[in-house]
Nanobody
């Protein structure tokens, strides 16, 4: 059974960098052909896909967030991380990490999710 757990600060000040880590257990983040994503849900809104790091370390980002987003991984710890720069209150959301299975070129279906972590951007 794959399990994902998000961790990181729940409060970030405007203009600072939001940093979250997802720890994966029950499966390796380097196993072909899985991909590992960050997805968020602002209050009262739908899910927003932010980006992904694949089993071989390739990264893809939402065009809307690409200039501010970075996803990396630590294979020795079986973790992957999110950095979102220059945050504003509009980045307030519940942030989820999830495992994706490829269904088409650069398209994934998500089968395992973390429980989500609330991040609030406020001074």
């Amino acid at each position: 059974q794959v399990q994902l757990q998000e961790s990181g600060p729940g409060l970030v000040k405007p203009s600072q960098t939001l940093s979250l880590t997802c720890t994966v257990s029950g499966g390796s983040i380097t196993t072909s052909y899985y991909a590992w994503s960050w997805i968020r849900q602002p209050p009262g809104k739908g899910l927003e896909w932010m980006g992904v790091i694949t089993y071989d370390g390739s990264t893809y980002y939402s065009p809307d967030l690409k200039s501010r987003t970075s996803i990396s991984r630590d294979t020795s710890k079986n973790q992957f991380s999110l950095q979102l720069n220059s945050v504003t209150p509009e980045d307030t959301a519940v942030y989820y990490c999830a495992r994706g299975v490829v269904v088409a070129f650069r398209h994934w279906a998500y089968d395992y999710w973390g429980q989500g972590t609330q991040v609030t951007v406020s001074s």
